[in-house]
Each structure stands twice: as C-alpha cells, then as structure tokens.
C-alpha cells in the first residue's frame, strides 16, 4: 500500500502496545502460550500488517488490541488514552474508537436485523443517533461509501447477502463511528477469490481517504504485503521481523520469513523481474516440520526446531530484535542484513 498522504504517514503513533502477553487455560493445569511479550506501533495513517502460520498468536494480538479479551499483562494506547486498565464504561466509549472487521462476515451480523438496522447498532449503543431523518440520511451515506446501494440493500437481512455484501455492511457499521483504527481480522480470507480484492480495495481507499490506521491481519503473505505500508511476521507467541512492506521479497532476513517467501511462486510477490526469475530469496529455508504446540514452546529461539541455521546458542539464549537498517528489525542472533536487490 502506498502512503496515505502526499507528505507520509504522521509519524505520530495512533496505537502504541507493549509486552502483551496473552494465555488461555488448556486443562490439567497446562497453559497456552498464544502471545508471549508482543509489542507494535502503528503511526496515524499507516497501515501495519501482522502476518505468520495459523495459531502464531496473531488474532490474539488484535483481539488483546481492542480488549475483547484485555491481555493478561502488557499495556495498549489509543493515541493518548490507554485502554488496558479502564474501567468498564470507560473502555466501552473508547472502544468506539478503534473497531474490529472480522473474518466471518456473515456471523458478525445479527441474521433476524435488517442491514439498515444493523449498520446503526454502533450509534444507538453509543446514544449519538440524532433523529430519524439524520439517521436514514447517514445510513445511506454508509452504505454508499462502502459501495452498496441504499434502496436496494437497506431493508434486507444477512441472508439475502452475498459474503461480499455482508463484509461491506461490517465496514459501513464500524465506519459509523468514525474510528481512527481498524483492526482487520483476515477480513478476506472467508470470501471468494473474486470478491477478495474488491474488499481489499475497499479498505485500503477507505483508510487513505479518511486518515485512518489499520492493523491487518492475515496469513496470506502477497495479500499483507500488497496491503501495509509495514510487516510484523509473528511465529508461535513472538515478533520475528519488522519491516517495511516494500523491502520483504528481497530484504527480509529472519530464516522463518524466508521460509514463507520461499513456499510463494512468484507472481504472487508482484515481481517485476525478468521472466525466470523469483522474488523469493534464492537462498531461503527449506524446512517443512511442523511447527511446536504452544503449550510449551522450545527454549531459546521459538523458531529453533525448524530452523536450518540453528545453533546451540539459539537453544540457550532467546533473540532479542535488533535493528539491522533503519526501521528494519530482526529477532535472530545470526541474521544480516541482506543485499537490495533493484
Ligand atoms: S536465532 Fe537461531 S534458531 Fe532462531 S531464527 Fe535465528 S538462527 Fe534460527
């Protein structure tokens, strides 16, 4: 994506997290491990994509983000006010603020309410509603916005809704309350192939256009690249690597991004190479183990049972991230920095 306004993204943080750790009871008196001493920060304006396996712990981190649940430990700001430690009603108001898009569409909406209703939930919870004519007038302007005709969609039900129309309606509700952060959900990954792009487009015109900061989460690598302005590849509870989106084919150095580089043809990556060549590095990991449970992760670095550059300093001492360019960080003892390839 690119930047959102002709002078850069405002450099001011918009969502600021620190340390978050997140767990949940597994029974027998074991814990899982989903996020283990996480922290981001998304400026005004940016778009920061979060991107790893299934259960790296990624949508823990958004969920901990809005506080549905808070996490067990670790602070989270929304510009000035910060959220973990509210009380009750407090965090209810402020969580106006920054919204969550979901994957499954269909099931974030209530299926007997019409879109019309649906889409108002947000100001009638939060008492701005204003009278009957301001509210129908702003429920079609929302509507509009997101690409959906009022008169045609205004007194249906979910039901009557493709998955694309239901995802349009989520984005219209939460646009309502003129949020300054979107936390999006792999908000694409349950639609089909053809409407997943129109999607896409939709949130990244509606970020630009409005000023707004967006953590998108997903597991498809083209699609977070293609859509952040930054990258924060996650692996089982931890941040790997931090870095701008534009320099992840070709600059990214930690072994389990390279890994998920290496599994992408391509033309996936948007190459502009010559025909033959590849984005993904010539030199990256082949592993395909498993990865460990998160009930109890292996000491040291997390990634050490399926990395290839393995030491037994990795299995001793965890990584700290360390920055090897500017705003280019890697939690690896033996990364380096990487060629730039034109
Ligand atoms: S710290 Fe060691 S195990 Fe972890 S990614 Fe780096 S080289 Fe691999």
Redesign the pocket.
Known sequence: MTTTHDTGPDPRPALVAEDLVVEYPAGHGRTVHAVSGVGLEVAAGETLGILGESGCGKSSVGRSLIQLPPPGSGTVRLGTTTLTGLAPEELRRARARIQLITQDPVSALNPRRKVKDLVWEGPSIWGNGGDTRDRDTRIDTALRDVGLDPQTVRDRRPHELSGGQCQRVCVARALLLEPEVLICDEPVSSLDVSVQAQILNLLETTVRRRGLSMVFIAHDVSVVKNVSDRVMVMYLGKVCEVLPSDGLPHEAA???TRLLLASLPEVQLGTTGPPGTTDAPDDAPVHTAEPPSPLDPPSG?R??TR?P???GR?ADEE?VPREIRPGHRVA????EPRRNRP
């Not at 690896?332 to 990364?335: E, F, L, S």
């Open positions: 930690h072994p389990y670095c990634f050490r990395c550059l393995a030491t990795c990584p690896c003892h033996h990364a």
